[in-house]
């Protein structure tokens, strides 16, 4: 069965520090899809990032950047220079198929807290 | 683009009666939508995927006949809670998937906070 896991929960860094969030998978599928949502306060889920499994390419987007390791199944997510509007809870999720119907399975989520 | 609006952004209602939430994917046609729920500081349980026309499939443990869900056309869903308690009150999420290669990523809307009293 499917599985994510966010081992950290919560992340407190003072702004401009870089802040490493970690996800871990376990899936059975060769073929398979990560994401990371971003769910700040207001509520609604932002989506950021989705990875195929047979694309191994880090993927840069400004401050943002993600590393996708097969090897140790992991889609760990970097913000650099933090800023107190990247207070929010991130959540890294699995999906085993693609279309429309497929479905996520979610990590936990780890709350990040910028402090000015 | 990949927009998706959920109505009304939060509720109170007395228990005992139904409340419905509107979720539409404003710029594409959505062929999938899923109705999540969230609980304070918790990650999202998904209660059930609709298909535009068909009947709703519902995860298990989650009650169709209290949760009831219609997906009329490629742009609206609706969930409706019936007879609410307030062991329902939570924060109520939708997404909308398009059934295109690569373009299948579920796009969440705001999310509606219901509390009964």
């Known amino acids: 069965a499917q599985k994510v896991t966010q081992a950290q929960t919560e992340i407190s860094v003072v702004e401009k520090e870089d802040v490493t969030l970690d996800c871990v998978y376990e899936t059975r599928d060769t073929t398979y899809y990560l994401f990371w949502y971003k769910q700040p306060p207001s509520g609604e889920l932002v989506f950021l990032i989705r990875?195929?499994?047979?694309?191994?390419q880090n993927e840069i987007s400004g401050r943002y950047s993600w590393n996708f390791q097969k090897s140790t199944s992991s889609f760990n997510f970097t913000i650099t220079a933090s800023q107190v509007v990247d207070s929010a809870v991130y959540f890294c999720?699995?999906?085993?198929?693609?279309?429309?119907?497929?479905?996520?399975?979610f990590g936990k989520g780890i709350t990040l807290s910028v402090r000015p | 683009g990949a927009v998706v609006s959920q109505h009304p952004s939060r509720v109170i209602c007395k228990s005992g009666t139904s409340v419905k939430i509107e979720c539409r994917s404003l710029?594409?046609?959505?062929?999938?939508m899923f109705w999540y729920r969230q609980f304070p500081k918790q990650s999202l349980m998904l209660m059930a995927t609709s298909n535009e026309g068909s009947k709703a499939t519902y995860e298990q443990g989650v009650e169709k006949d209290k949760f009831l869900i219609n997906h009329a056309s490629l742009t609206l869903s609706t969930l409706t809670v019936t007879s609410a308690h307030p062991e329902d009150s939570s924060f109520y999420i939708c997404?909308?998937?398009?059934?295109?290669?690569?373009?299948?990523?579920?796009?969440f809307g705001p999310g509606t906070r219901l509390t009964v009293l």
């Open positions: 999720a699995l999906s085993e198929s693609s279309g429309a119907n497929s479905k996520l399975t």
């Open positions: 997404s909308a998937s398009q059934d295109i290669p690569f373009l299948d990523t579920q796009y």
């Open positions: 710029d594409f046609q959505a062929t999938t």
């Open positions: 990875r195929n499994s047979f694309d191994e």
